[in-house]
């Protein structure tokens, strides 16, 4: 079965750094296009990124471009997510998601395919 564990979020100031990651197993990592979608409190899901199977190409939400970017290692089942330049906008609970095998890739995958997510918290 899809098992996907996140970890890497904590408390920053804004303006700062974090690196999520996320490991995956119970699937063929790297046959997938897989995703980072993030939910803060009282509010919806919202897609944040994705990158394809291979890792040569992502996409990236309007809200986090140019400050976040996502990669991964497919010998190690991981998927990446660095964060730089942090806005307390970003505070949030962040999951990592598989995707489906076919698109669109740039909305919030099924909620059975998201792992249990890491807290990020931007706040001075």
């Known amino acids: 079965q899809v098992q996907l564990v996140e970890s890497g979020g904590g408390l920053v100031q804004p303006g700062g750094s974090l690196r999520l990651s996320c490991a995956a197993s119970?699937?063929?990592?790297?046959?997938?296009?897989m995703s980072w979608v993030r939910q803060a409190p009282g509010k919806g899901p919202e897609w944040v990124s994705f990158?394809?199977?291979?890792?040569?190409?992502?996409r990236y939400a309007n809200s986090v471009k140019g400050r976040f970017t996502i990669s991964r290692d497919n010998a190690k089942n991981t998927l990446y997510l660095q964060m730089n330049s942090l806005k307390p906008e970003d505070t949030a609970l962040y999951y990592c998601?598989?995707?489906?095998?076919?698109?669109?890739?740039?909305?919030?995958?099924?909620?059975?395919?998201w792992g249990q997510g890491t807290q990020v918290t931007v706040s001075s």
């Open positions: 990158i394809n199977s291979g890792g040569e190409f992502t």
């Open positions: 998601a598989r995707n489906n095998l076919y698109p669109p890739y740039d909305i919030v995958p099924g909620r059975d395919y």
């Open positions: 119970g699937f063929t990592f790297s046959r997938y296009y």
